[in-house]
């Protein structure tokens, strides 16, 4: 008998840890078991929908899902259809690669108001996630402000501030589209709590922000720093490289018209957010200036606003506790050894290690935890019941689980439904999805 393992989690870290796996040269039957009737995780739900090249990486996904020892299970949730205590008496491994979806919240005074948004919910939303289906963000507005200075916090204001036209070759869902592309917006505030040299962004993603069809970037020159070379002599390499580009980037920023185009994209540094302000909708923020003492953000007293009808804050995502298995509440993870968490239990990306990175970064964690289990199983014979007994438990429970197949269907109907360059139509609610698959339609597609 194969080693029986399960992976919990159909975004990048879960297939590169079944790539990984395929490759460690142990006899491995492999099931991927994901919440969603869709994989892909971030690559679907979380990747911006104008960066279509980079949703390519799916295709090498899709190739380790067609391997005859990899089953997928969508529309499975561990720990409401079954536990995970129960999956781990099924399985010689389990491995968790459950992500970190949550939002790290903001928790200043206000930020309960409506139209403060948290980065996951508001990318979900704009990806066509099922879970934030009906967000429906209010957009009747002229400004919004966007918190923090990361990857997700540009994407955001990017996909606010694209045209109909600038996102046609995009997965925008329609129902997402008719509130954006009808949105009066012309001002959006990125704001970060430290200065330019300290953004998150990758040059990429910033220089995009220069070439907007009717958005034009502005940037005080008075935030920059003095000298771009003697702000980054004390980094080297890789780092080194990306701050500097990022200076270049933001100081052609400084030289933009602000009437150039119709609408701006402002990159506001040293302002840490202290409250939201209005009556039961957001009608501004105040901010405290900042100025960075041995690199932390620290307050200078002095106090602005900023009016606005939107705030998102984009300031990083939150795995949350999965039952079952432990979980450090102060980074927010589950605590591991080097992506083991205990006897049979194992973790990768997010989960493992807090929500940095970028999508390949989760491949050597898959690498490490096949290794631990090459190591712990080689030569043993399994005597769980694995994918028989996985089987068997979904079937008596009447959950109805979605395979490969299910989801290659589902895929077609998206891709024939698409409208001029669009990639694909998403179906948006779990129920459309599987309408679609028992009427053989994509009739209720966008729904
Ligand atoms: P991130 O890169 O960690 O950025 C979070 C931002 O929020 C930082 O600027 C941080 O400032 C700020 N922040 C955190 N707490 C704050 C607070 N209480 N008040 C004000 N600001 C606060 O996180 P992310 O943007 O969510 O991205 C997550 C990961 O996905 C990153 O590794 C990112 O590169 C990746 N990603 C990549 C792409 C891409 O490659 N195109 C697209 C999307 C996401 P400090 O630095 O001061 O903490």
């Given at each position: 008998?194969?080693i029986?393992i399960a992976?919990i989690?159909?975004?990048?870290?879960?297939?590169y840890?079944?790539?990984?796996?395929?490759?460690?040269?142990e006899?491995?039957?492999?099931?991927?078991?994901?919440?969603?009737?869709?994989?892909y995780g971030?690559?679907?739900?979380?990747?911006?929908?104008?960066?279509?090249?980079?949703k390519?990486?799916?295709?090498?996904?899709?190739q380790?899902?067609?391997?005859?020892?990899v089953?997928?299970?969508?529309?499975?949730?561990?720990?409401?259809?079954?536990s995970?205590?129960?999956?781990?008496?099924?399985y010689?491994?389990?491995?968790?690669?459950?992500?970190?979806?949550?939002?790290?919240?903001l928790?200043?005074?206000?930020?309960d108001?409506?139209?403060?948004?948290?980065?996951a919910?508001?990318?979900g939303?704009?990806?066509?996630?099922?879970?934030?289906r009906?967000l429906d963000?209010?957009?009747?507005?002229?400004?919004?402000?966007v918190?923090?200075?990361?990857?997700?916090?540009?994407d955001?204001?990017?996909?606010?501030?694209?045209t109909?036209r600038?996102?046609?070759?995009?997965d925008?869902?329609?129902?997402?589209?008719?509130?954006?592309?009808?949105?009066p917006?012309?001002d959006?505030?990125?704001?970060?709590?430290?200065?330019?040299l300290?953004?998150?962004f990758?040059?990429?993603?910033?220089?995009?922000?220069?070439?907007?069809?009717?958005?034009?970037?502005?940037?005080?020159?008075?935030?920059?720093p003095?000298?771009?070379?003697?702000?980054?002599?004390?980094?080297?390499?890789?780092?080194?490289r990306?701050?500097?580009?990022?200076?270049?980037?933001?100081?052609?920023y400084?030289?933009?018209a602000?009437?150039?185009?119709?609408?701006?994209?402002?990159f506001d540094f040293?302002?840490?957010?202290?409250?939201?302000?209005?009556?039961?909708?957001?009608?501004?923020?105040?901010?405290?200036?900042?100025?960075?003492?041995?690199?932390?953000?620290?307050?200078?007293?002095?106090?602005?606003?900023?009016?606005?009808?939107?705030v998102?804050?984009?300031?990083?995502y939150?795995?949350?506790?999965v039952?079952?298995a432990?979980?450090d509440?102060?980074?927010?993870i589950?605590?591991?050894?080097?992506?083991?968490v205990?006897d049979g239990?194992?973790?990768?990306?997010?989960?493992?290690?807090?929500?940095t990175?970028?999508?390949s970064s989760?491949?050597?964690?898959?690498?490490?935890?096949?290794?631990?289990?090459?190591?712990?199983?080689a030569?043993?014979?399994?005597a769980?019941?694995?994918?028989a007994?996985?089987?068997?438990?979904?079937?008596?429970?009447?959950?109805?689980?979605?395979?490969?197949d299910?989801?290659?269907?589902?895929?077609?109907?998206?891709?024939?439904?698409a409208?001029?360059?669009?990639?694909?139509r998403?179906?948006?609610?779990?129920e459309d999805?599987?309408?679609?698959?028992?009427?053989?339609?994509?009739?209720?597609?966008?729904?």
């Open positions: 008998m194969p029986s992976i989690g159909s975004g990048p870290a879960g297939f840890t079944a790539d990984a796996l395929l490759k460690c040269g006899d491995c039957q492999i099931d991927i078991i994901e919440r969603l009737p869709t994989p971030l690559i679907r739900g979380g990747v911006a929908p104008d960066h279509q090249t980079t390519r990486v799916a295709r090498k996904y899709e380790t899902a067609l391997v005859d020892e089953n997928y299970y969508g529309n499975v949730e561990i720990n409401k259809d079954l995970l205590a129960e999956l781990r008496d099924m010689d491994a389990v491995v968790l690669a459950v992500g970190a979806p949550g939002d790290r919240k928790t200043i005074p206000g930020a108001k409506y139209g403060v948004f948290g980065s919910a508001f990318v939303w704009y990806n066509g996630h099922p879970d934030f009906d963000p209010d957009l009747d507005i002229s400004t919004a402000v918190i923090g200075n990361g990857n997700v916090a540009i955001c204001a990017r996909v606010l501030l694209r109909p600038g996102m046609s070759s995009s925008l869902p329609d129902h997402v589209g008719q509130i954006i592309h009808a949105s917006i012309t959006v505030h990125m704001v970060g709590r430290r200065g330019p300290d953004a998150k990758t040059n990429v993603e910033l220089r995009e922000m220069g070439e907007l069809t009717e958005t034009v970037p502005q940037m005080d020159a008075a935030q920059m003095d000298d771009i070379e003697a702000a980054v002599a004390d980094l080297e390499g890789r780092e080194r990306l701050k500097e580009r990022n200076l270049n980037s933001l100081r052609d400084t030289t933009r602000a009437d150039e185009k119709p609408k701006r994209v402002y040293y302002a840490q957010p202290v409250e939201i302000l209005g009556g039961d909708r957001v009608e501004g923020i105040r901010f405290e200036r900042t100025e960075v003492i041995d690199g932390r953000a620290t307050g200078t007293g002095e106090i602005f606003d900023i009016d606005c009808g939107l998102i804050a984009a300031i990083g939150r795995a949350e506790p039952d079952g432990p979980y509440e102060r980074q927010a589950v605590p591991n050894n080097e992506g083991r205990d239990l194992f973790a990768v990306g997010w989960i493992k290690r807090g929500p990175g970028v999508i989760n491949r050597p964690d898959g690498e490490i935890v096949a290794q631990h289990i090459k190591s712990d199983f030569g043993a014979t399994s769980k019941p694995g994918r007994g996985f089987e068997a438990a979904l079937r008596e429970r009447g959950v109805r689980w979605i395979n490969f299910d989801w290659k269907r589902i895929d077609d109907m998206e891709q024939a439904a409208a001029g360059d669009a990639p694909r998403k179906f948006v609610t779990v999805m599987l309408d679609a698959l028992d009427n053989g339609t994509a009739e209720a597609a966008n729904g």
